[in-house]
């Protein structure tokens, strides 16, 4: 395989402003290998680091993108030829955090187009420590790129899953159950076994959808108050005969509106897990959590760990990946960010290298 000795980007000179430059591949240190990238896909934190200038740990100039699948092709000699999906956070494996299994959140980690410089994963490489790479042996026909969106939107609603405690019987509600998040938390707690999948979200079409991959009922937030969204959410469960206390929330939207919905059904030994990034405040009553003896938590990330078994969920078809995937050259990608931000697609878009 030829190593270059530039790579080629698309780099956000400033919030709103990409430029097609190309930057020198550094010096590998021990540790650290070369990635081909063969695919990086269009994540919300993307588009909002772009659009609002969300601030990232590394200042513009920077390439962007933290969903990626590629080939090694420059490092450890024993790796090349390796086909790879890099986690959106790696970490240090050397603190106390890491020590205690909660690396994911591990303050040393490094983020692909956040905390690695200036290297991110809308290029044509890409350089990143191998210690945590999730290696593809057999990829079953399916394309490499499809597999980049592992590395957040499938893998974070894993970890999510995984803080939660989600088990076979468990009842569960999923806002934002459409979104590049949501469509996989949805899949991913049907596949853990859980009797109750309620998606909730604006689109009736992306609704009626999730029914075919995992939902058992969906509700439409479209010209309803919060009121009449609980109000439907409990004729349901009166309806089934399912209680409505011990429910698992996973707020994937990151909106103001979708966190409002999942702290109002948020109910006695309940819990609520915020699954999507956003920058609003909402005003909740904390004496209610205290009431109804529930929890919120916060989760981020994915730990390297989890990887593989979701890489094996996907290719064993518990998780469908490609119904919910378009492709398109990388060249497209402020026409990809201005469609991911107006919140109209049906499916997450990957950018596959085109310079």
Same mark, same amino acid.
């Given at each position: ?48 680091y ?14 962007l ?15 090349i030829?390796?086909? =790879? ?33 200036i ?47 989600l088990k076979?019987?468990?009842? =569960? ?7 590049? *998040? ?120 994915? *730990? ?7 890489l ?32 109209? *697609? ?10």
């Amino acid at each position: 395989m030829s190593v270059p000795t530039k790579i080629d980007t698309w780099q956000m000179v400033e919030p709103g402003k990409l430029e097609r430059t190309s930057i020198d591949v550094p010096e590998l240190k021990p540790g650290e290998v070369l990635v081909e990238v063969a695919g990086c896909g269009v994540c919300h934190t993307d588009v909002g680091y772009y659009f609002d200038g969300v601030p990232t740990v590394n200042k513009p100039p920077l390439t962007l993108g933290h969903e990626v699948s590629g080939t090694i092709v420059a490092g450890d000699a024993s790796l090349i030829g390796k086909e =790879v999906i890099i986690p959106a956070v790696m970490p240090c494996n050397n603190c106390e955090i890491c020590a205690s299994g909660r690396g994911n959140r591990c303050l040393k980690q490094k983020m692909p187009g956040n905390s690695m410089g200036i290297y991110g994963g809308f290029s044509s490489h890409i350089p990143v420590p191998s210690e945590d790479l999730c290696f593809i042996e057999d990829r079953k026909g399916m394309p490499l790129e499809y597999m980049s969106v592992i590395a957040d939107a499938i893998t974070s609603p894993y970890q999510a899953a995984m803080r939660a405690d989600l088990k076979e019987g468990d009842h =569960v509600i999923i806002t934002g159950g459409t979104g590049g *998040l949501g469509v996989h938390m949805t899949q991913i707690a049907a596949a853990l076994g859980a009797k109750e999948v309620i998606t909730i979200a604006r689109n009736k079409e992306k609704l009626e959808r999730s029914l075919s991959y995992g939902a058992t009922k969906a509700i439409s937030t479209l010209d309803k108050s919060i009121k009449d969204i609980r109000n439907e959410y409990r004729a349901y469960c009166k309806e089934k005969g399912l209680p409505g206390y011990g429910w698992k929330i996973f707020e994937c939207t990151g909106s103001k509106a979708g966190q409002e919905i999942g702290l109002e059904l948020l109910s006695f030994v309940g819990k609520l897990l915020v699954v999507g990034y956003g920058m609003h405040k909402v005003e909740y009553m904390l004496s209610r959590l205290m009431a109804f003896d529930a929890e919120i938590i916060g989760t981020w990330g994915c *730990l390297p760990k989890y990887y593989k078994d979701v890489l094996n969920m996907v290719l064993e078809g518990k998780i469908k990946l490609e119904p919910f995937v378009d492709v398109r050259p990388m060249s497209q990608i402020e026409k990809a960010f201005e469609e991911s931000h107006a919140g109209k *697609l049906t499916k997450r878009i990957v950018l596959t290298p085109d310079f």
